[in-house]
């Protein structure tokens, strides 16, 4: 990665102007987007990337013997190195391509799981977890006699650790915890749960879904076991995901689906599987994704991502103390470590609504349960309305989120 000091100081009004879906009106209004937990935006060169493949490098990878097969595989397999390095992973084939974080996860449970966990066993994931890292959890427990058990969190959204630790005994097998809640923005003190699991012989597993796009990680660094998150949480193309994990862990792993790419001979005698990364990744991949990527993460080295982080930290903080102003808005996920969610209720109203009627303003929010019902149960709420940030956001739009608001709460209440 460029050092930072050569580096353009970071200027959120520039950065925008790369985005160009951000020039548009919603409903007669200028665009607010403020869902980026759920997506981020794409900067031109992402969308170039992809237009250029299908234009001039349109080819399946590996196997071809032809000039488009070799320009395609190279800038496929460039892509890994440069993921690789932005999260200072070992090795390249330690990075495995999936759909999403989701397939990720899935993909440790059920080869990982399957191969390691036995009865009595015990999994232990947080409560505000994402349902893709407690569903794939409890299908592979459930079919090895294994137990899912959440790890505490109070009422500001904090994990506990004191808790945790007490839960951890040599019958835990694998930790699995988001490094940030999508639903609340807690960042989780995930260097510490990784050092507390492996002190039982415990491995972790680290949603980054929600992580990677707001500073930089070093799995290294946390030692974590597995790392997972997305393409279009990181200014990608949708549909593609990484699998980050520890080299002896992956090649213990048996393949976790058959065909195309992870096999190196097979006969009806029997099949061998190939080498890393490629053991995981069966089938045509999504060849214009991972390029595009590739793109995605040229373009963050290319910023100044303290800078940007900072941007994006003192947005929150003015959000929130707008929050904190307005009559009848409660926030929801107050823990003292957070990153760029503000989830809030708007007294008397259902969260569906205010979404509705902040659409209809131009200011783009997620409304609902986040794909975090336990978290939601425990709170004794249906959900919340979920204004996420990233680093092309401004004051004005934040000014602009509670000015509709303000609209919201004179037509509701």
């Not at 994990?159 to 835990?172: F, I, S």
């Not at 520890?246 to 099949?271: C, H, W």
Request: aromatic share 8%; proline share 5%; glycine share 8%.
């Amino acid at each position: 990665m460029n050092d930072l000091t050569k580096r353009l100081p970071f200027d959120a009004e520039r950065v925008r102007a790369d985005f160009p879906i951000l020039n548009q009106e919603v409903n007669g209004h200028p665009l607010v987007y403020l869902d980026n937990a759920a997506t981020t935006q794409k900067p031109r060169a992402v969308i170039q990337a992809l237009v250029d493949y299908y234009e001039q490098d349109n080819s399946n990878v590996h196997r071809g013997a032809h000039a488009l097969a070799d320009r395609a595989t190279q800038k496929f397999e460039a892509a890994r190195v440069k993921v690789a390095e932005f999260i200072n992973a070992p090795e390249a084939r330690q990075v495995i391509w999936t759909r999403g974080t989701t397939e990720s996860i899935n993909l440790v449970a059920a080869s990982w799981g399957r191969a390691n966990l036995q009865a009595g066993d015990r999994v232990l994931v947080s409560a505000m977890e994402h349902h893709s890292n407690i569903v794939p959890w409890q299908l592979v427990a459930a079919e090895k006699g294994a137990s899912v058990e959440p790890i505490p969190v109070d009422a500001n959204g904090t994990l506990d650790l004191a808790a945790l630790e007490t839960m951890l005994d040599e019958r835990v097998r694998m930790v699995a915890c988001g490094h940030v809640s999508n639903a609340l923005g807690t960042v989780n003190p995930v260097a510490d749960v990784v050092r507390l699991a492996h002190a039982v012989g415990a491995l972790v597993l680290i949603d980054g879904a929600q992580a990677v796009s707001h500073w930089p990680v070093d799995v290294q660094a946390l030692d974590c076991d597995f790392y997972a998150f997305s393409a279009h949480k990181l200014f990608g193309p949708t549909g593609l995901g990484v699998l980050y994990g520890k080299r002896d862990l992956l090649e213990a792993m048996p393949p976790y689906q058959g065909g195309g790419e992870m096999i190196e001979t097979v006969s009806f005698a029997g099949t061998s599987f190939n080498q890393l990364p490629y053991k995981f990744e069966a089938g045509t991949p999504d060849i214009a994704g991972v390029i595009a990527f590739g793109a995605a993460i040229d373009y963050l080295n290319q910023l100044d991502r303290a800078g940007a982080a900072a941007h994006e930290q003192a947005l929150l903080d003015y959000a929130e103390e707008r929050a904190r102003a307005t009559p009848g808005v409660r926030l929801v996920g107050t823990s003292a470590h957070k990153t760029s969610v503000m989830s809030f209720l708007l007294e008397g109203a259902h969260p569906n609504d205010v979404g509705m009627l902040l659409d209809q303003q131009g200011v783009a929010v997620r409304t609902g349960n986040h794909c975090a019902q336990p978290i939601m149960e425990q709170l004794g709420i249906p959900g919340t309305v979920r204004a996420s940030l990233a680093f092309y956001n401004t004051r004005a739009d934040i000014d602009r989120l509670f000015e509709a608001l303000e609209k919201v709460r004179q037509f509701l209440i």
